[in-house]
Each structure stands twice: as C-alpha cells, then as structure tokens.
C-alpha cells in the first residue's frame, strides 16, 4: 500500500474539487476580500477551513459512522438558510448606508467577525453535513483500514489543504475586483453577491420547511 498516492492525493484533489464548487463559503471569502481586503477573506478561511479539518478529524479518529437523521438535516437546512439570509440581508444594508458611513467617518460593530461567520457557515451548511457522513466518511474510513489512524488524519489535512487552495484562489478573486471594478463596480459586485446568499438561503428554508 502507497498511503500517498492512495489516500492523501486523492484526498487532497476530493478536497480541491470541493473548493472549487460554489457555495456559501466561497462567496462569503469573495465578499469579504472584495469589500475589506485579502486578510478578511483569509479570516473567513480560517473559520470555515479550521472546522472542516476538526470534522474531518473527527471522523478519522473513529466516528466515521455518524450519519445525520432527515430531522436534523432539515433542521439544518433551516437554520443554515436563515443564517445565510441575515448575512445577505447585513450586507445589503451595509451598501445602502455606505455613503453615510463615509461622510461621518462611522464603522458599523459587526455582532459576528469573519473567522466566526466561516465557523457558523460550515456547522449549519446541510450540504457540508452530508458530505460529511457520505464521501468524507468513506474516505476516512478506508484509510483508517488500510494505514491506521495516522493515515487517516493525514487524509484529513490534506483534504483540508485541498479545500484551502482553492478558497485561497477565491480570495484572490476578490482582491482583483477592487482593482478591477473600482469603488461603484465592487459595490454592485457585493450586491450582486448578497443576493445569491439571499437566493441560497432561501432554498434552504424553502427545502428545510418542505422536507
């Protein structure tokens, strides 16, 4: 057995392909890079990317059998839309009084900071949940069998670097369009952006309330 090429890289590109799909990590990363620079967007990283390993250690270290009821998928649902509409609905009022702001010099307290809002984004993001007690458990499960429990959490970083790279690639995105759009085009590119989180949101409740 090569625990390389038979668990970590794979593990590794599984990780990356995940980055790379939209989601609510990966606009929120766009959205806060865009808006404040490259440190938030790496702020939200942290939070998001640092609970995805502890899942993902988790399961490596033998709870790779954990599987969420329908009833606490739905709950999830639920409560992740709602936390994706109130992020949408504070970033829109954000561009609204924007002007305001600049002219009385005041910054708005935010009750959530960037690394909380990755954290609280990955633990009531349904998908992420599923992944986790199908494809990420199985993972985790086959390298436990193969190499151990050390093989296992190796897999388990590098699917957390894979996911890493490629929100890393998302914040850099988001630093290009303030030099790209300027001031007005970044505001309509945030707006646009929050009212995705408001249309994902609403999916998840809409999914949540139906079952």
């Given at each position: 057995m090569n625990v390389w090429s038979d668990h970590v890289v794979p593990a590794f590109a599984l990780g990356a392909a995940l980055g790379a799909a939209p989601g609510p990590v990966q606009l929120l990363i766009l959205n806060e890079t865009a808006a404040h620079g490259i440190v938030r967007g790496f702020r939200v990283m942290l939070g998001?990317?640092?609970t995805l390993f502890v899942v993902l250690a988790t399961?490596?270290?033998g709870f790779s059998t954990v599987e969420p009821s329908p009833t606490v998928v739905r709950a999830l649902r639920i409560v992740g839309?709602?936390?994706?509409?109130w992020l949408a609905?504070?970033?829109l009022r954000t561009l609204r009084h924007a002007s305001t702001r600049a002219l009385v010099g005041d910054e708005p307290q935010e009750r959530l900071g960037p690394t909380a809002r990755g954290v609280v984004l990955v633990l009531v993001n349904p998908a992420a949940w599923i992944f986790f007690a199908t494809t990420a458990a199985a993972v985790m499960a086959e390298a436990s069998a193969d190499g151990g429990r050390d093989t296992a959490l190796l897999a388990a970083l590098a699917m957390t670097l894979g996911v890493s790279l490629t929100d890393f690639g998302s914040a850099l995105v988001g630093t290009g369009s303030r030099v790209l759009l300027g001031e007005r085009g970044l505001?309509?590119?945030r707006a646009g952006l929050a009212v995705v989180l408001l249309a994902l949101g609403g999916a998840f409740v809409v999914q949540g309330v139906r079952g």
């Open positions: 998001a990317n640092g399961l490596a270290v839309g709602a936390f994706l509409l609905v504070g970033e505001a309509w590119m």
